[in-house]
């Protein structure tokens, strides 16, 4: 109906078309023949008022045409807005079905991805299910062949059994409520008994005194020992058992404040648990300190927690690289009975992983009598060089050098004011770093207390002697022991005329020094700066003086002092220009040493006394083999076969006990 409608309505548009067309060709040539008349000459009004009445006529024809066009065009608007609308019918009718069918699609999907929470629970095995669980639930008949009942008859077994271990729980539960509340009465009771435990502690320290059994303040040093770092829990622990077993003239004890090494071993307890925590896998680290928490505040510990907090807060500890651990050891050390006390401090460098000592001090003897006045008695000159070159000045962890340098400190400005970092220190505390393979055996021997204890009282007992002979020095006396008194001439008429100390620049300007300084006998510059150095003038009338520059080492005696001559008697004699004076020093520095090696405390004054006598033989040796009429104190008092011997004119300066006699060395 719609199509043929359409049809017709084209046939009319056509013909109206035709018609406005016609009209339209008959208006114009109406108007071209009103124009042709008007043109001509002539009356020809009749004709023009008969063709304006004809134009007129075409003009409403023209005039309905238009009206018919524009009823045309309102209809086919109209006919086109009904065919719109019903395509937008059409268009919504389409989206709902589209929604309907995506919405048909998602539940789907949705059912197709549904998972049940059964499968987050774990279920034993079917093979356990089936040999455990009774027939009535298990039905292996039905539940083999269809999965979905299988599962159902499997989550019904995982809840009896669930059930049942629940009702296990809560009996456990009650019981250990019970014993938590048992142990809760038993505390409070022992918090009513603690004030008497300790009036009656504080009762029995008299009677500890009076029996020396100090058994409340050896409670409290092992208190203090279990806060110790390893190094020096270990030099404590070593010291101990040396002290109990071996050594009643040693004593270890502990200072420092407890409170903050309370804190820093928790804080490093705390540490390793983390780092072990994450070295096994971190997945169920916060899972575990959650349920930790969660046993901790069930068992009333989280107080405890909330107060060693507290305590952290309160008494900060700096991680930095000069951390220096709160606790020290202390070593009283008597070097003999009633003798001067040594008293060593033992610190611990957290981050630089090393320990350093230093001397408190050391107190004179029980008797009263006082220990000489000397820097050789100091804390730094004590320690140095118990083991070769081991002054203390180096870092003895590799690792620690790179942490100084990167926060740009030097070991002397930080660490000296807690002593010096010895090597044999750190083997005493049982750190381990890189030795040197020429050292080793002697290094491997100091990690022994004993050796260590017998090498520091041996150090004291000859620096006290040292000492002693250095300010009897000053005063221009020099003894010995009677048995290197033997080996010397009875009667020395050279003395001691002066003595005194020299610089490291002040020895080394000397003429007659530069032979040593130039060959390294004294070590590198570093090393010879440590040493210690002295003039001695021996004098022999008023004429002859001998001049002793002298080099003493750290490690003294275990190393013989190095002595180098200059002789002012006719001229200046030295070991360049005289090979008697060059046999002289390898008398007292290479030949004379080992006779005394039995005393090596007095090895210096040995060798002074030597000086003294080979001055005399030397001087009166030269006035008689000159045969010049020399002063009386040169005359010859003593018993020469042989004035010289040799090209090189060397002297008799060896003495020969057996029949009093000076000879060459060689027929020794």
Same mark, same amino acid.
């Given at each position: 109906?719609?199509?043929?409608?359409?049809?017709?309505?084209?046939?009319?548009?056509?013909?109206?078309?035709?018609?406005?067309?016609?009209?339209?060709?008959?208006?114009?040539?109406?108007?071209?023949?009103?124009?042709?008349?008007?043109?001509?000459?002539?009356?020809?009004?009749?004709?023009?008022?008969?063709? /304006?009445?004809?134009?007129?006529?075409?003009?409403?024809?023209?005039?309905?045409?238009? /009206?018919?066009?524009?009823?045309?065009?309102?209809?086919?608007?109209?006919?086109?807005?009904?065919?719109?609308?019903? #395509?937008?019918?059409?268009?919504?009718?389409?989206?709902?079905?589209?929604?309907?069918?995506?919405?048909?699609?998602?539940?789907?999907?949705?059912?197709?991805?549904?998972?049940?929470?059964?499968?987050?629970?774990?279920?034993?095995?079917?093979?356990?299910?089936?040999?455990?669980?009774?027939?009535?639930?298990?039905?292996?008949?039905?539940?083999?062949?269809?999965?979905?009942?299988?599962?159902?008859?499997?989550?019904?077994?995982?809840?009896?059994?669930?059930?049942?271990?629940?009702?296990?729980?809560? @009996?456990?539960?009650?019981?250990?409520?019970?014993?938590?509340?048992?142990?809760?009465?038993?505390?409070? %009771?022992?918090?009513?008994?603690?004030?008497?435990?300790?009036? #009656?502690?504080?009762?029995?320290?008299?009677?500890?005194?009076?029996?020396?059994?100090?058994?409340?303040?050896? =409670?409290?040093?092992?208190?203090?020992?279990?806060?110790?770092?390893?190094?020096?829990?270990?030099?404590?622990?070593?010291?101990?058992?040396?002290?109990?077993?071996?050594?009643?003239?040693?004593?270890?004890?502990?200072?420092?404040?407890?409170?903050?090494?309370?804190?820093?071993?928790?804080?490093?307890?705390?540490?390793?648990?983390?780092?072990?925590?994450?070295?096994?896998?971190?997945?169920?680290?916060?899972?575990?300190?959650?349920?930790?928490?969660?046993?901790?505040?069930?068992?009333?510990?989280?107080?405890?927690?909330?107060?060693?907090?507290?305590?952290?807060?309160?008494?900060?500890?700096?991680?930095?690289?000069?951390?220096?651990?709160?606790?020290?050891?202390?070593?009283?050390?008597?070097?003999?009975?009633?003798?001067?006390?040594?008293?060593?401090?033992?610190?611990?460098?957290?981050?630089?992983?090393?320990?350093?000592?230093?001397?408190?001090?050391?107190?004179?003897?029980?008797?009263?009598?006082?220990?000489?006045?000397?820097?050789?008695?100091?804390?730094?000159?004590?320690?140095?060089?118990?083991?070769?070159?081991?002054?203390?000045?180096?870092?003895?962890?590799?690792?620690?050098?790179?942490?100084?340098?990167?926060?740009?400190?030097?070991?002397?400005?930080?660490?000296?004011?807690?002593?010096?970092?010895?090597?044999?220190?750190?083997?005493?505390?049982?750190?381990?770093?890189?030795?040197?393979?020429?050292?080793?055996?002697?290094?491997?021997?100091?990690?022994?207390?004993?050796?260590?204890?017998?090498?520091? =009282?041996?150090?004291?007992?000859?620096?006290?002697?040292?000492?002693?002979?250095?300010?009897?020095?000053?005063?221009?006396?020099?003894?010995?022991?009677?048995?290197?008194?033997?080996?010397? +001439?009875?009667?020395?008429?050279?003395?001691?005329?002066?003595?005194?100390?020299?610089?490291?620049?002040?020895?080394?300007?000397?003429?007659?020094?530069?032979?040593?300084?130039?060959?390294?006998?004294?070590?590198?510059?570093?090393?010879?700066?440590?040493?210690?150095?002295?003039?001695?003038?021996?004098?022999?009338?008023?004429?002859?003086?001998?001049?002793?520059?002298?080099?003493?080492?750290?490690?003294?005696?275990?190393?013989? +002092?190095?002595?180098?001559?200059?002789? %002012?008697?006719?001229?200046?004699?030295?070991?360049?220009?005289?090979?008697?004076?060059?046999?002289?020093?390898?008398?007292?520095?290479?030949?004379?040493?080992?006779?005394?090696?039995?005393?090596?405390?007095?090895? @210096?004054?040995?060798? #002074?006394?030597?000086?003294?006598?080979?001055?005399?033989?030397?001087?009166?040796?030269?006035?008689?083999?000159?045969?010049?009429?020399?002063?009386?104190?040169?005359?010859?008092?003593?018993?020469?076969?042989?004035?010289?011997?040799?090209?090189?004119?060397?002297?008799?300066?060896?003495?020969?006990?057996?029949?009093?006699?000076?000879?060459?060395?060689?027929?020794?």
């Amino acid at each position: 109906m719609d199509v043929s409608k359409g049809k017709i309505m084209e046939l009319d548009i056509n013909e109206e078309l035709k018609s406005y067309s016609k009209v339209c060709e008959n208006i114009r040539n109406i108007m071209t023949k009103v124009a042709e008349l008007k043109s001509k000459p002539g009356d020809h009004k009749s004709e023009v008022t008969e063709l /304006r009445m004809q134009g007129s006529f075409h003009f409403l024809s023209l005039k309905q045409l238009n /009206r018919i066009a524009q009823t045309s065009c309102k209809h086919v608007k109209d006919n086109t807005l009904e065919a719109k609308q019903t #395509l937008d019918a059409y268009n919504l009718q389409l989206e709902n079905l589209q929604y309907e069918i995506g919405h048909l699609h998602r539940g789907i999907t949705k059912c197709f991805e549904f998972r049940s929470r059964h499968d987050d629970i774990s279920l034993v095995s079917i093979r356990e299910f089936y040999k455990h669980a009774p027939s009535h639930l298990s039905k292996p008949i039905v539940t083999k062949s269809n999965k979905h009942k299988q599962t159902l008859s499997r989550l019904g077994w995982e809840l009896e059994q669930r059930k049942r271990l629940s009702g296990k729980l809560e @009996l456990l539960q009650k019981t250990r409520d019970d014993v938590v509340e048992e142990i809760g009465l038993k505390k409070q %009771k022992l918090q009513t008994l603690s004030p008497h435990l300790q009036a #009656l502690l504080k009762s029995s320290f008299p009677l500890q005194e009076s029996f020396n059994l100090p058994l409340d303040y050896i =409670r409290k040093q092992h208190e203090l020992a279990n806060l110790l770092p390893r190094p020096l829990y270990a030099l404590f622990l070593q010291a101990k058992a040396y002290q109990e077993a071996c050594d009643k003239l040693l004593a270890v004890t502990i200072e420092g404040d407890s409170s903050v090494a309370q804190v820093l071993l928790h804080r490093t307890m705390k540490e390793d648990k983390k780092f072990c925590l994450s070295a096994e896998g971190g997945e169920d680290s916060d899972s575990d300190l959650e349920e930790k928490d969660y046993q901790d505040s069930r068992r009333g510990l989280k107080s405890r927690r909330s107060n060693e907090q507290k305590m952290e807060s309160d008494f900060p500890v700096l991680y930095d690289v000069l951390h220096c651990h709160p606790l020290s050891v202390i070593l009283n050390l008597d070097v003999e009975q009633n003798g001067p006390t040594l008293q060593l401090k033992f610190f611990y460098f957290t981050t630089l992983n090393f320990v350093t000592v230093k001397t408190c001090k050391l107190s004179g003897y029980t008797s009263g009598d006082p220990l000489p006045s000397s820097p050789l008695l100091s804390g730094d000159n004590l320690l140095q060089c118990l083991l070769p070159s081991d002054y203390g000045l180096t870092c003895p962890n590799p690792s620690a050098v790179y942490l100084l340098e990167k926060s740009s400190l030097q070991i002397e400005e930080s660490v000296f004011e807690f002593g010096r970092p010895y090597i044999w220190a750190q083997k005493l505390c049982g750190l381990e770093f890189l030795l040197n393979i020429e050292d080793d055996q002697k290094q491997r021997s100091f990690c022994k207390m004993e050796h260590a204890i017998c090498k520091l =009282r041996k150090r004291v007992l000859s620096r006290i002697k040292l000492a002693k002979q250095l300010k009897n020095f000053s005063e221009n006396k020099v003894s010995c022991a009677d048995k290197i008194m033997m080996l010397l +001439p009875k009667k020395i008429q050279s003395s001691l005329a002066e003595w005194k100390n020299l610089s490291f620049s002040e020895y080394r300007n000397l003429p007659h020094t530069h032979a040593i300084t130039d060959l390294g006998l004294l070590g590198s510059e570093k090393e010879a700066e440590n040493h210690l150095y002295f003039l001695a003038v021996i004098k022999r009338g008023t004429t002859a003086k001998l001049k002793a520059a002298i080099a003493l080492k750290k490690n003294y005696p275990e190393t013989i +002092p190095l002595i180098t001559l200059a002789l %002012k008697w006719r001229g200046t004699k030295y070991s360049g220009n005289d090979q008697n004076i060059r046999e002289m020093e390898a008398e007292v520095n290479v030949k004379w040493s080992p006779i005394v090696k039995e005393l090596s405390d007095e090895i @210096l004054a040995a060798q #002074l006394l030597r000086l003294m006598a080979m001055l005399d033989i030397y001087v009166e040796t030269e006035c008689e083999n000159c045969h010049l009429n020399q002063p009386g104190e040169f005359s010859l008092n003593r018993t020469c076969p042989r004035f010289t011997k040799g090209p090189a004119r060397l002297k008799p300066l060896w003495f020969q006990k057996s029949n009093k006699t000076h000879v060459h060395h060689w027929l020794c």
